[in-house]
C-alpha cells in the first residue's frame, strides 16, 4: 500500500487560512469516508484534530475543518496562531482491511 | 483519563526478537480494537497492525507480515507487539493507539533500535 501522497511543507503567515491536500485513490481515500488528521508537534505523539473526512473531537478548535472531493481529502486550518506549526498527517481506511497514512506536511508560521 | 503507556523497547540485533507492551487505563480497553503504528527516526507515520476487541481479528501491513504478531490480554487491559526477525528498516518509535472512528488517542511511544 503507497503512501497517500501530501505536500511536503505549507506556510502561511499569522491570521491566514492553509490548506493541506491528501491524495489518495479509489481503493482508500475515495472509496471510504474513513480519513482522518493528526497533528505531531516535535518529539510528541500524534494528536487526532479531524475524524471520518470532517468531523472534529471535542477540544480540537474549530478553525481546524476538513473535506473531501474524489480522491483527494484536505485540511483546512483558519486564523492561522504560531502554535499551530507542526507536522500533519492525513490516514485512510484501505480496501485491503487495512490503513495508509500520509507522507506528512510540515506547516511553517512565518 | 484514557491513558496508553507503551514499554518494552530497546537496543535488539538483526533478526532478534522483542515484545511491546501497551497498558491502558481510563476507558473499557475489551470494547475497542486497538492499533500498532511505527515512525523511523525523522519520517512519517506507518501504520503496522490492529487488532478486534475480542482478540480473534488481526490484520498486518505486508512490510510485517509473518514476522510480527499482535495479540491482547483484556483481563490485563494490554496489549502486545511481538516482533521476530527484526531488521534494521524496522528501527522506529513504536505507538500503540486506540480504535475511536480514528487513532485516538496515542501512547507517547516506545523506541526500537535494530543495530548490532
Known amino acids: 500500500q503507497s503512501a497517500l501522497t501530501q505536500p511536503a511543507s505549507v506556510s502561511g503567515s499569522p491570521g491566514q487560512s492553509i490548506t493541506i491536500s491528501c491524495t489518495g485513490t479509489s481503493s482508500d481515500v475515495g472509496g471510504y469516508n474513513y480519513v482522518s488528521w493528526y497533528q505531531q508537534h516535535p518529539g510528541k505523539a500524534p494528536k487526532l484534530m479531524i475524524y471520518?473526512?470532517?468531523n472534529r473531537p471535542s477540544g480540537v478548535s474549530n478553525r481546524f475543518s476538513g473535506s473531501k472531493s474524489g480522491n483527494t481529502a484536505s485540511l483546512t486550518i483558519s486564523g492561522l496562531q504560531a502554535e499551530d506549526e507542526a507536522d500533519y498527517y492525513c490516514s485512510s481506511y484501505t480496501s485491503s482491511s487495512s490503513y495508509v497514512f500520509g507522507t506528512g506536511t510540515k506547516v511553517t508560521v512565518l | 483519563e484514557v491513558q496508553l503507556v507503551e514499554s518494552g523497547g530497546g537496543l535488539v540485533q538483526p533478526g532478534g526478537s522483542l515484545r511491546l507492551s501497551c497498558a491502558a487505563s481510563g476507558f473499557t480497553f475489551s470494547s475497542y480494537w486497538m492499533h500498532w503504528v511505527r515512525q523511523a527516526p525523522g519520517k512519517g507515520l506507518v501504520w503496522v497492525s490492529r487488532i478486534n476487541s475480542d482478540g480473534r481479528s488481526t490484520t498486518y501491513a505486508d512490510s510485517v507480515k509473518g514476522r510480527f504478531t499482535i495479540s491482547r490480554d483484556n483481563a490485563k487491559n494490554t496489549l502486545y507487539l511481538q516482533m521476530n526477525s527484526l531488521r534494521a528498516e524496522d528501527t522506529a518509535v513504536y505507538y500503540c493507539?486506540?480504535?475511536?472512528?480514528?487513532?485516538?488517542?496515542w501512547g507517547q511511544g516506545t523506541l526500537v533500535t535494530v543495530s548490532s
Open positions: 471520518e473526512v470532517s
Open positions: 493507539a486506540r480504535d475511536s472512528r480514528a487513532f485516538d488517542p
